[in-house]
């Protein structure tokens, strides 16, 4: 089979398509044959040399979400056949011809859903139910602010939350996707390089914050949060300690604020959990996530398809950061 491989760790342009032996299928696992493939940033940073794959997933062809029909079922598999549509999670392997994964990883496509768009969801749809519906335990009526809302994970977090009646309020860098935001169901998002999110936010107050953004959001974030408020990290894209912002004073974290204001510090990564820990989110998704896929209530967002062999302009895409939404690699060669 055709796969892109990450030649060495670097720039977009280390992604190189080759030949590959198709993946072997064990007893609980099946083959897909992918259609489309979802690209998400920890691809880039996996590329980069930041983000190595987990011990047991392919270790040089990224992709953690695909969709496409059933090829191959193991030996033990039995709630899927030849020719189903799926899509699935996996820890690694999603840019190429066939992939394989575990049978209980695997959803169905829903109903009117193209390839493409069910390829744009497992990977922000499983990190946002386990983070902002588990983790975050976001209640009906809260105020829950995402920042980066115009990324996969935001556009997949806002429609969710909105969904279940929360009030959405969300950051991004410019004012089209500030638009975007708004249009998918936020109350309200501030362009972060206009406004200081803080001072819009603070009179109203937010009950649970997904951060990917970390840095100098970190004591910002804890100040808008109120009683039995929580914050979840995802990623830290501006660092992992608060630094100081150049030409400003020192934001110091108020830890007294977390006691006082009983307040919840927690965050995840996908990726590396178990099989079974992936199984039965999955099962939870199909339960509490996918009638809402089904009733066309959630609106996929694919901003550019990319052919598998230019995933290098796929990857420069979006380390741009000029994307709202998904950008989604197809198997046309
Ligand atoms: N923990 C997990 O399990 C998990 C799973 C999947 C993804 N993630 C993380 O979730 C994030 C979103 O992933 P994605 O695939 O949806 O990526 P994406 O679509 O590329 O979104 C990243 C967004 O972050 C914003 N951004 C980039 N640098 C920023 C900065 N310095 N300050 C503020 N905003 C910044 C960009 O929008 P603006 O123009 O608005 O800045 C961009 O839309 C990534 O950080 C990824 O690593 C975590």
Known sequence: MKAVVITKPGKPEVLVVEDRPVPVVKHDEVLIRVYAA??????????????????GAPQDIPGLEVAGTVELCGSSVQNWKKGDAVCALLAGGGYAEFAVVHARHCLPVP??????????????????????????????????????????IGITAIQLAKGLGAKVFATAGSDEKCEACVALGAHLCINYKKENF??????????????MVGGDYIPKNIR?????????????????????????????VDFGLIMRNRLTLTGSTLRNRDVAFKATLTEEILENVWPFMNNGKFKP??????????????????????HIGKIILTNSW
Do not use: C
């Not at 902002?132 to 209640?139: A, I, P």
């Not at 808008?224 to 934001?251: A, C, H, S, W, Y």
């Not at 694919?302 to 230019?310: A, G, K, S, T, W």
């Open 38 to 55: 979802g690209v998400n940033r920890p691809d880039v940073f996996q590329r980069k040399g930041n983000y190595p794959p987990p011990p």
């Open 111 to 152: 109903d009117h859903f193209s390839f493409v768009e069910a390829a744009s969801l497992p990977e922000t749809v499983f990190t946002v139910w386990h983070n902002v519906f588990q983790r975050g335990n976001l209640k009906k009526g809260e105020h829950f602010l995402v920042h980066g809302g115009s990324s996969g």
């Open 198 to 211: 803080e001072e819009v936010l603070k009179t109203e107050g937010v009950d649970l914050i997904l951060d």
């Open 224 to 252: 808008l949060l109120r009683v039995d408020g929580r914050l979840v990290f995802i990623n830290t894209m501006k660092g992992n300690k608060v630094r100081q912002v150049e030409g400003q004073p020192l934001d110091e």
């Open 301 to 322: 967002v694919v901003f550019r398809e990319f052919p598998l062999n230019e995933a290098a302009q796929a990857h420069a895409l979006m380390e741009h950061s000029g």
